[in-house]
């Protein structure tokens, strides 16, 4: 289930999980198959992103997965419990990293 901008969106794609407001009012059902009307008012409701239906997107080399758990964890190099979570999520994603 794939994870995609908003902006990328198109027509006829199905929702995964429901889509919600900022303060937790679900705005779409999972199920819904997105329209062209749907997409500009969910942009107009603030929602950025959407889970979608169906195959995962492409496989994610490696070094891109050590690449984004490294911007996410940024600023949290000396806090181990933020540490051990990053290593967990490699380990989920399959990577391993030397030293780590």
């Not at 603030?46 to 995962?56: F, K, S």
């Not at 806090?79 to 967990?88: A, C, F, H, N, T």
């Amino acid at each position: 289930m794939p994870r995609i901008s908003l902006s990328e969106a198109r027509p006829g794609q199905r929702i995964a999980r429901p889509v919600a407001n900022g303060n937790g009012v679900t705005l779409v059902q999972a199920g819904t198959v997105l329209t062209a009307s749907l997409i500009e008012r969910l942009h107009g409701f603030g929602v950025t992103a959407v889970i979608l239906a169906g195959e995962a997107g492409p496989a994610r080399t490696p070094a891109e997965v050590v690449a984004e758990m490294e911007a996410r964890f940024a600023g949290h190099e000396g806090d181990p419990l933020m540490m051990s979570l990053r290593q967990l999520m490699l380990v989920q994603a399959g990577v391993e990293v030397a030293g780590d």
